[in-house]
């Protein structure tokens, strides 16, 4: 019983408990490529927006940080992996590559989400089922709160005419980060539509009293109800029956005290009971059956103060869980002025996305960017963002686009909607290279593209300190708190030169030197800490990797099988099967596209 109680439900695949340790990579700058407007156009312009060249699992790393915790939303649009281009590759590990990079990606994002956040992740059936458990176990299955449907093309408009099934809806996978985030509803305007009927006393009608309340009772005849516009001081007809009955004040006094009273007081009754409502009119209008073969009453209710009050609440209605895009889909193509022919997202559907999951201010996170649709529907509608893109679309399509929005000369897309009028700016950063490099010797140095500043920096974000220079004490590169510090140095520091420093740092105050060598008893200044490049650094991650994309291009080749015979034994198996679970493969079977 206790083993069972350690189970859990999960998605396994082969290579899952292979993580890869990754390098917190710095971000620089290039201002040739940033860009902002001439001048502000609103008071709410947002400049410091981020577009990062470069692998999206490193610079999910880089942003970590920095970011932990301050994302509202992430949209992201993964490679669906279709298999269109896997045909040589084994399938089984062509699956799981594609499962544990998108893991990998899952769990940055989780840590950059604030605790308000979600994730809005578009897939299609090729992994979206697959996606979702894993999603469950990334972020919590008690955490998964809608899945939307998106049709985005035509039943005349196919793929490919042989296909044996339309594609025409893709789906997003919709997460909140925990427990109490809440989603922006569909606001809903104030109507008095069903306010529209008015009743009108003819005679004074009788007082008796029932369930302690004082009863005004009119005879057919002594009133009448009358339909017109509907106005704040109309009334809505409302049956009196079903949930009803029990479920608010009104419906109780009917089936407490009206029911079988026409035998009594006749048919067509109009009942005036004083003391019920929230309308503020201090009574409510209820009407018993108007013929002898009815029991069913009616009563009418006026506009709830609180819905009249300048400061009330919004009216709100359920989030759709479908959309029909498929013209928009159609027709975006050359939205921005970039031209992206396929898997381009149009700005009608990021619009619905970040309107329900981010409000004006919030970060926006985009990190698989495409033709940079996320970045110019946050900055339309004043949503601070971060993308990220590898390819050199990001050169030829993002930041010309992104100009042309600045700049308030796109004029497509949701910008007329919006009343866009152009505006902010963004930063342009590329991925450092690694820090560590293999010399001729295959030995880890430290890589020749590094300077002081850059180094410094690097060894900030790896020890945890907040890369903060100070003008005054050329000691202080960073720090983790108020009185915690870090030097950074190649040099190699000799006693005097560290009894300098401690006498520098003082009491009180620590400080973690990070030094090419060091010579003197480390004992001897209790408020140093003193570590040596790299060696410090060798274990922490994995150095010289600059590609993590979700591509299969180096997957082991599938070895072809000349008949579909069982391996006999002595026979040596495929690289791919040596390693296999046998659980693990079984989830793929039968998987080919």
Not at 48 to 65: Q, S, T, V
Not at 184 to 210: A, H, M, P, R
Not at 382 to 406: A, D, S, Y
Not at 492 to 521: I, K, M, P
Request: proline share 4%; glycine share 10%; charged share 25%.
């Amino acid at each position: 019983m206790s083993s069972l109680r350690k189970q859990k439900l999960e998605l396994t695949w082969i290579g899952k408990e292979n993580r890869p340790k990754l390098e917190p990579r710095i971000l620089l700058e290039d201002p040739a490529k940033s860009y902002h407007a001439k001048h502000r156009v609103t008071e709410n312009d947002l400049f410091d927006n981020r577009l990062i060249f470069g692998d999206n699992l490193l610079a999910l790393k880089a942003l970590e940080a920095e970011f932990v915790g301050k994302v509202k939303c992430v949209f992201i649009d993964p490679p669906y992996n279709t298999g269109s281009a896997f045909e040589h590759y084994d399938d089984a590990l062509e699956h799981s590559t594609w499962l544990g990079l998108m893991r990998d990606r899952l769990e940055v994002i989780r840590r950059l989400l604030s605790p308000t956040g979600f994730i809005c992740c578009h897939i299609d059936d090729s992994e979206g089922h697959y996606l979702k458990v894993l999603m469950d176990e990334v972020f919590g299955r008690s955490n998964y709160l809608v899945t939307m449907y998106v049709q985005v093309r035509y039943a005349e408009k196919t793929l490919k005419q042989d296909m044996a099934f339309h594609k025409q809806i893709e789906q997003i996978h919709v997460y909140r980060k925990d427990y109490g985030a809440q989603p922006n509803q569909n606001s809903k305007d104030l109507s008095f539509d069903k306010f529209c009927y008015y009743i009108t006393e003819k005679g004074v009608g009788k007082t008796i009293t029932l369930g302690g309340k004082t009863v005004q009772v009119f005879q057919s005849g002594e009133w009448k109800v009358e339909r017109k516009e509907g106005s704040a001081t109309g009334l809505k007809e409302i049956w009196a029956t079903g949930s009803i009955l029990d479920g608010n004040s009104s419906g109780r006094f009917f089936r407490d005290y009206l029911t079988g009273r026409a035998s009594e007081d006749g048919l067509g009754v109009l009942y005036k009971v004083n003391g019920i409502g929230d309308d503020g009119l201090g009574y409510r209008y209820l009407t018993g059956p108007a013929r002898a073969t009815a029991t069913k009453g009616k009563y009418y209710q006026g506009v709830p103060l609180a819905k009249l009050e300048p400061d009330a609440e919004a009216q709100t209605s359920p989030i759709e869980n479908f959309y029909d895009l498929a013209g928009s889909f159609g027709n975006c193509r050359h939205e921005g002025g970039a031209d992206f022919r396929s898997g381009k997202k149009p700005e009608a559907l990021l619009e619905i996305v970040l309107k329900h999951f981010s409000s004006p201010g919030d970060l926006v996170l985009d990190s698989f960017a495409g033709s940079g649709t996320t970045g110019a529907v946050a900055h339309k509608m004043g949503r601070r963002w971060i993308m990220v893109e590898l390819g050199e679309h990001c050169h030829t399509h993002i930041i010309p686009r992104l100009q042309k929005v600045i700049d308030g000369e796109d004029t497509g897309g949701i910008s007329e909607a919006v009343n866009w009028q152009g505006g902010g700016g963004f930063r342009y950063y590329s991925l450092a290279p690694s820090l560590l490099q293999q010399d001729s010797y295959g030995q880890w140095v430290i890589n020749k593209e590094y300077n002081a500043e850059m180094l410094a920096q690097a060894l900030c974000k790896l020890e945890g300190f907040t890369y903060a220079p100070s003008d005054e004490h050329y000691w202080m590169h960073g720090n983790s708190t108020e009185s915690d510090f870090i030097y950074v140095t190649t040099q190699t520091l000799n006693a005097d030169q560290l009894q300098a420093l401690s006498d520098e740092v003082g009491e009180g105050r620590s400080l973690l030197v990070c030094c090419g060598a060091f010579r003197g008893a480390a004992e001897r200044f209790p408020n140093l800490t003193l570590k040596k490049i790299p060696k410090m650094v060798l274990q922490k991650c994995e150095w010289g990797h600059d590609d993590y994309s979700l591509k299969v291009e180096n997957l082991p080749q599938a070895v072809p099988h000349s008949s579909p015979l069982p391996v006999e034994e002595g026979v040596e198996k495929s690289k791919s099967d040596k390693n296999a679970n046998p659980a693990q493969a079984g989830l793929f079977a039968g998987d080919e596209q």
